[in-house]
C-alpha cells in the first residue's frame, strides 16, 4: 500500500512557541491531504483540508490563523500550530487518497505527531 | 446528534467468541463506509470497506443497512490480537475524500 510519513513523531515544546508538523506522501503524489486531531479516548476530528497550490479548508470551529496549512509540493503538506498552549496537546495525524482524482479512495494515514505542550 | 454514533465499549470476549459491533450515521446521502482499527498510539488503519450486499473477509463481516442507516462488524473466533479499537467510518460523497469518523468501540480480547 502507499505510505505516508510524519514528522516528528512527537514533540514537548514551552506554551507561546510554535510547532511544523511535516506529513509526507512518500510513493504518490496527493493533490489533497486531511489533518485531524485526536484527544484521549475520543475519536479522530477533521482539521481541515490541504490542497496543493491552493487555500486549505478548515472545518467548523477549527481557527486558521491558529493552525496553519501549507501544501507546498505533491507529496508534502505541513501543519503549524502558532502559539501553542496545553490545551493544543493532542495527536495529530494527516492522511492522504491513494489516487486523489475527485472520487472516493483509500486513504492512507501517516503514524501520528503526538504534541504536548507544558 | 453525532454523524457516526458507536457504543465505545468496551467489549471484553474471551478467545475464540464471537462479536459484533454496531454503528449509525445520520447522513442519509453518505455514500461509502469503511471499518478502520485503531491500536493505541497508533494510526488508524483500513479495516474493510463495507458494500451494501455485506461482504466478508475472513473472520471479518460487515454488513450495511441504508434504510436504516446502520452498520455492523462481526468478528468471529476472536484473537488476542483482535484488541484494538474498531472505527465506523462514513464518506460522505463520491466527490469528496473526507472522511468522518465514529468515536470507535474499544474491544479487549482475553486468554
Known amino acids: 500500500g502507499a505510505v505516508v510519513s510524519q514528522h516528528p513523531s512527537w514533540v514537548i515544546c514551552k506554551s507561546g512557541t510554535s510547532v511544523k508538523i511535516e506529513c509526507r506522501s512518500l510513493d504518490f503524489q496527493a493533490t489533497t491531504m486531511f489533518w485531524y486531531r485526536q484527544f484521549p479516548k475520543q475519536s479522530l476530528m477533521l482539521m481541515a483540508t490541504s490542497n496543493e497550490g491552493s487555500k486549505a479548508t478548515y472545518e467548523q470551529g477549527v481557527e486558521k490563523d491558529k493552525f496553519l496549512i501549507n501544501h507546498a509540493s505533491l507529496t508534502l503538506s505541513t501543519l503549524t500550530v502558532t502559539s501553542a498552549h496545553p490545551e493544543d496537546s493532542s495527536f495529530y495525524i494527516c492522511?492522504?487518497?491513494?489516487?486523489?482524482?475527485?472520487?472516493?479512495?483509500?486513504?492512507?494515514f501517516g503514524p501520528g505527531t503526538r504534541l504536548t505542550v507544558l | 446528534r453525532k454523524e457516526v454514533e458507536q457504543d465505545p465499549g468496551p467489549f471484553n470476549v474471551p478467545e475464540g467468541a464471537t462479536v459484533a459491533f454496531n454503528c449509525t450515521y445520520s447522513n442519509s446521502a453518505s455514500q461509502s463506509f469503511f471499518w478502520y482499527r485503531q491500536d493505541c498510539r497508533k494510526e488508524p488503519k483500513l479495516l474493510m470497506s463495507v458494500y451494501s450486499s455485506g461482504n466478508e473477509d475472513g473472520r471479518f463481516t460487515a454488513q450495511l443497512n441504508r434504510a436504516s442507516q446502520y452498520i455492523s462488524l462481526l468478528i468471529r473466533d476472536s484473537k488476542l490480537s483482535d484488541s484494538a479499537t474498531y472505527l465506523c467510518v462514513v464518506n460522505l460523497s463520491y466527490n469528496t475524500d473526507k472522511l468522518i469518523f465514529g468515536t470507535g468501540t474499544r474491544l479487549q480480547v482475553f486468554p
Open positions: 492522511s492522504a487518497p491513494a489516487n486523489a482524482r475527485g472520487f472516493h479512495n483509500e486513504q492512507f
